[in-house]
């Protein structure tokens, strides 16, 4: 047994489990999480700190059992998790990076930044705005015919109501508030330089994608005949999961991904609020919730079944309803993985 510690552990986990001198022991590898194994030192009040008792502690964690799941170590499925959580490492990026950008285009461009002008305010034509107007006094002066004209342009045509679009532009530079020139040109240079890095990281994302897909043609799996589930939701399941024996029922799977919820009971009182358990394999989780926000788009059950989470929820209506959905589809995941068939609504 050891703590979790990134890919600090594997090497060792990797030298255990395929020494030939521990080979006749038939080793089981846990990995246990750092905060598991001090409340469970809590439990002895007069041990002191020191590396041996530590490991003395986890010795003792293991003989009393109530493990985790023993660490699965097939190379094929770990060099796809490799490719999937890096393309999870970048997603998160580009969402930090994107939420950055959005607080430095509160200071150029206050009322864009707050009123959905644009449906996609990273599109292209979004940027365009952005890039391409040193402060919103130039969209403001510049006439109405011109403006249409640059928005049809940069958005190829494709806007619905192009004028109704640039009207609502100036009103809203109009309505923002002012930057200084001392502040304007590093804020331009900031919003520059963000876009740059967004740009870059969505082209990597892409090339991963292409990447993640010819791997996942190495694996027999139908997860993606479920409508909306991808090659690259598909690679990041399947990477985290590996062998789906390794989980009795697909309640084992669902604690192993970190849906499951605790019950809060006293007496004759029992809360309506149970908060999910802040534990299981954040990788699966990401990948399970990603595609049940597409599963829901395509395939009616989900659908309904979303929407009515969604009305019953009193906050959060979308989160709750989301993560409720991917629960709903760990029972389809694990019987597709189970029986190697193709799912049919």
């Not at 029972?331 to 190697?340: E, G, Q």
């Amino acid at each position: 047994g050891l703590e979790a510690t990134s890919n600090y552990g594997y090497h060792l986990t990797a030298f255990c489990q395929n020494s030939e001198k521990l080979a006749p022991f038939s080793p089981q590898i846990h990995v246990l999480n750092p905060r598991t194994v001090n409340n469970f030192k809590k439990s002895y009040n007069d041990l002191p700190k020191n590396d041996d008792i530590d490991a003395w502690v986890i010795a003792d964690k293991l003989r009393f059992g109530r493990l985790p799941e023993e660490v699965f170590m097939d190379e094929r499925f770990l060099a796809l998790q490799r490719l999937t959580r890096t393309r999870f490492h970048l997603a998160q990026t580009i969402a930090r990076e994107k939420m950055y950008f959005l607080n430095n285009l509160f200071l150029k461009f206050s009322s864009l930044r707050q009123e959905k002008i644009f449906s996609d305010p990273f599109g292209a034509t979004a940027m365009a705005v952005v890039e391409e107007f040193y402060s919103p006094d130039e969209i403001a002066a510049m006439p109405l015919e011109e403006l249409v004209s640059f928005l049809q342009e940069k958005s190829k045509n494709r806007l619905v109501d192009a004028e109704g679009v640039a009207k609502a532009l100036q009103k809203a530079a109009r309505s923002s508030y002012r930057l200084s020139k001392s502040l304007a040109d590093p804020v331009n240079a900031c919003l520059a330089t963000s876009i740059s890095v967004i740009r870059a990281l969505q082209s990597e994302l892409k090339r991963l994608d292409k990447l993640i897909a010819q791997h996942l043609e190495a694996f027999p799996q139908t997860l993606t005949s479920i409508k909306g589930v991808g090659p690259v939701y598909a690679a990041g399941i399947l990477a985290e999961i590996g062998d789906i024996s390794r989980f009795k029922n697909q309640k084992a799977l669902a604690k192993y991904a970190g849906l499951v919820w605790n019950e809060h009971q006293s007496g004759q009182w029992k809360a309506q609020d149970t908060p999910r358990v802040r534990s299981g394999n954040k990788y699966l989780r990401y990948y399970l919730v990603e595609a049940a926000n597409l599963v829901r788009v395509h395939d009616q059950e989900y659908r309904e079944f979303y929407q009515a989470k969604y009305n019953e929820a009193r906050t959060h209506k979308h989160k709750r309803a989301l993560v409720l959905t991917a629960r709903k589809l760990v029972r389809l995941v694990f019987a597709l993985l189970r029986s190697n068939q193709l799912y049919t609504p």
